[in-house]
C-alpha cells in the first residue's frame, strides 16, 4: 500500500478554521478505513477520529461538534474539517489507515502541523 500523505495544515488564530486533507490511494478498494491523531510537542500522539469506508465516523468527545470528517471516494481523499479552532488544537496531524487481509495493515502519513494562536 502506498503511504497517505496530509496536508493543509498551517497557522491559524483561536476561532478559526482549516481542512486538512488525506490522500490515500487505493483508500477506497483495498484499505478498510482511516484514523486521525495529533500529538501536540512532548506529549503522546492521541487518537480524535476515525472514518470507515463505508463511511461510518467515531470522533473523540473533545472535538465533537467542531471537527468533521469526510471522504471524496472518487479522489481517494478524506478531509478533516475542523472549525472554532482552540490553542489546545495545536500539534502534529497524522493519517494512518488501515487496510489489506483482516484489515490489519497499517500505513501512516508524515503528518502535517496545525498552529493554533491567541
Known amino acids: 500500500q502506498v503511504q497517505p500523505v496530509e496536508s493543509g495544515g498551517g497557522s491559524v488564530q483561536a476561532g478559526g478554521s482549516l481542512r486538512l486533507s488525506c490522500l490515500a490511494p487505493g483508500f477506497t478498494s483495498n484499505r478498510c478505513g482511516m484514523h486521525w491523531y495529533r500529538q501536540a510537542a512532548g506529549t503522546n500522539r492521541e487518537w480524535i477520529l476515525s472514518?470507515?469506508?463505508?463511511?461510518?465516523?467515531i470522533l473523540v468527545d473533545s472535538v465533537k461538534g467542531r471537527f468533521t470528517i469526510s471522504q471524496d471516494k472518487a479522489k481517494d481523499t478524506v478531509y478533516l474539517q475542523m472549525n472554532s479552532l482552540k490553542l489546545e488544537d495545536t500539534g502534529m496531524y497524522f493519517c494512518?489507515?488501515?487496510?489489506?487481509?483482516?484489515?490489519?495493515?497499517?500505513?501512516w502519513g508524515q503528518g502535517t502541523q496545525v498552529t493554533v494562536s491567541s
Open positions: 494512518k489507515t488501515y487496510g489489506g487481509d483482516g484489515c490489519r495493515v497499517v500505513d
Open positions: 472514518i470507515t469506508t463505508a463511511g461510518t465516523t
